[in-house]
């Protein structure tokens, strides 16, 4: 599990507020091949609700989410 | 609804007001983003989020009118504007909480594709012309266009 979730890109959208994190998601997420993992750093606390409710509404997969030092991670599987 | 392909969103923008026509690019933006096809149809005090920072107005009323007509960047929010002091103390505010500009979402609207769409019949009213507007709206058009968008929407707002 751990190896499959070595992200092809990284996106640091720490400082960014509602609704940068999810529009700069958006756009990285075509830098990922099909099948590739992304992973996303925020800090905005909405950003939690937010990227899950852009992966459900885009069909990528939330692969995980971690939050720690008030830093919100997450790791998104492009699918399509 | 849009029966297949992606799904839509349609917004009418009616308010100038810097905080209404903020609410408008951030939902267009968030709309784009998640992958929907979205369409901002621009009409009366709303035309000032696509106009340039210009004079505009033919006859005297337009003229006088344009006076009262700001660009993206010059108006002011819907409550506490006091002259202008509002304006400068919300964007302040936005700026120290790191929230992105009222431009730079504008800016951000038309990378992702957003179709800015402007009202023909505020723009004969108010003495605006299609180059007093900033190149990127894609069209100028009437009701029917707009009814056309939101028919096929899964989204209409009224802001």
């Known amino acids: ?80 | 609804m849009s029966e297949n392909g992606p799904k839509k969103a349609s917004i009418v923008v009616f308010s100038g007001d810097m905080d209404r026509v903020m609410a408008a690019f951030i939902i267009a933006t968030t709309a784009a983003a998640m992958g929907m096809e979205t369409s901002m149809f621009f009409t009366f005090w709303g035309l000032q989020a696509i106009k340039k920072k210009r004079g505009t107005g033919k006859g005297l009323f337009g003229k006088m009118l344009s006076i009262f007509l700001k660009d993206i960047d010059g108006i002011g929010p819907s409550k506490m504007n006091f002259g202008g002091m509002g304006r400068w103390m919300f964007k302040k505010m936005m700026k120290d909480k790191k929230v992105t500009s009222l431009p730079e979402l504008r800016q951000m609207a038309i990378d992702m594709g957003v179709k800015l769409l402007a009202c023909q019949m505020s723009m004969d009213v108010m003495e605006i012309d299609r180059e007093d507007l900033i190149d990127e709206v894609a069209d100028v058009v009437g009701a029917a266009t707009y009814i056309l968008e939101a028919q096929q929407a899964d989204i209409t707002l009224f802001i």
């Open chain 1, 1 to 80: 599990m751990s190896e499959e979730l070595t992200p092809e890109k990284e996106l640091d959208a720490r400082g960014l507020q509602c609704p940068m994190p999810v529009v700069k998601t958006s756009q990285e997420i075509k830098n990922v091949s099909v099948g590739g993992v992304l992973k996303v750093m925020a800090t905005d606390p909405g950003s939690m609700a937010d990227i899950t409710a852009w992966c459900k509404s885009t069909g990528n997969e939330l692969v995980k989410m971690e939050q720690g030092d008030g830093v919100f991670i997450f790791y998104i599987r492009r699918t399509n």
